[in-house]
């Protein structure tokens, strides 16, 4: 099950994609995660890459941030990244978008769209093929003095070039980076 930490939408049952490529974010992971920006989610625009079920951008919204857009290119998951934001009545807040990460990046660019965060939570073997963070320094998505959470596997050995690695959390096979 997954479900609404904290906020105004607590306790709100989200639902699952039936498939084994998305894999959301455990609650106690969720949970250590939104304590530790607490204060700078309140108005923030959020970036949900990789979204899934949309459960990090909902509980985003759910404890402040202004808006949050959400982007998959899995049709699936763009199904349920709907659904579960119209169980929490969010649809005014959110853009959905359905397209792979990169293209969607450039077109949030050329729209001058940047936000104060951005999560990520790619398949963990596309951060052995690629750098999610190249593209967003590239376009200048981020703003000044925003961050990049990533959520990767604790042994992928990533190299982020583009932004300087603040600190790190982990719990079980999870690993949240933050980047500055």
Known sequence: MIRVIGGIYKGKRLAKVPSPLVRPMPDKLK???????????RGAWCLDGFSGTGSVGIEALSRGAERVVFVDEYY????VIKKNIGKCEAEEKSIVIRMEFNRAV???SKEKIE???IFLDPPYKLLDERN???????RGILKEGGMII?????KTR???KFFELKRQMSMGDDRISFYG
């Open 31 to 41: 949970e250590a995660l939104f304590n530790s920006i607490h204060e700078d989610i």
């Open 76 to 79: 699936p998951a763009i199904k």
């Open 106 to 108: 450039i077109r949030l």
């Open 115 to 117: 936000f104060d965060i």
């Open 132 to 138: 999610p963070l190249k593209v967003i320094k590239k």
């Open 150 to 154: 990533l959520r990767h596997y604790f």
């Open 158 to 160: 990533f190299e982020p």
